[in-house]
């Protein structure tokens, strides 16, 4: 799944930290098993999602929702992390990166699933400011030519 960020964060540099693909959690021992890897066990299945600040919804919910699917949310958290240990305690499955499944599953006795359809690559990024967004003076100063005369004010 690649949304497309555009311009939302203007005055910000991008940068790539990772790669991955999306997959779902579950807790080993779930009653229903891998049946969430069927459209039907998916569909039927109750999902946590993850809606980090920002947003209005779990960006995966977008891209089903282009799909014309619409999973049944029974939770929403702030992070993949906390999605995990909710499903490592209960019933829950949530769709997380592959990778922070596998690195977790040990210790939280979770398994990964397949899901139904293929997300995609989920491309995770750091936003950091310009030099002008952190401090306007600086761009200003630098767009003047001033550097030998110039004072801090």
Do not use: C
């Not at 702030?78 to 769709?95: C, N, Q, S, Y």
């Amino acid at each position: 799944m690649v949304i497309s960020l555009g311009n939302a964060f203007k005055g910000f540099h991008r940068q790539l930290l990772d790669t991955d693909v999306d997959a779902l959690a579950v807790r080993r021992g779930h009653p229903a098993g891998s049946k969430p890897k069927k459209r039907d066990g998916f569909l039927a299945a109750r999902h946590v999602a993850v809606i980090i600040r920002g947003q209005n919804e779990d960006l995966i919910d977008t891209w089903l929702r282009t799909k014309g699917i619409e999973r049944r949310i029974a939770l929403v958290v702030p992070g993949h992390i906390e999605a995990l240990h909710v499903t490592a305690r209960t019933d829950l499955v949530a769709f997380v990166p592959r990778r922070l499944i596998a690195a977790l599953s040990k210790q939280l006795s979770l398994s990964t699933v397949a899901p139904p359809l293929d997300p995609g690559i989920d491309e995770q990024y750091m936003f950091y400011p310009t030099r002008a967004q952190m401090d306007p003076r600086l761009d200003l100063a630098a767009q003047a030519g001033a550097g030998d005369g110039a004072r801090a004010g």
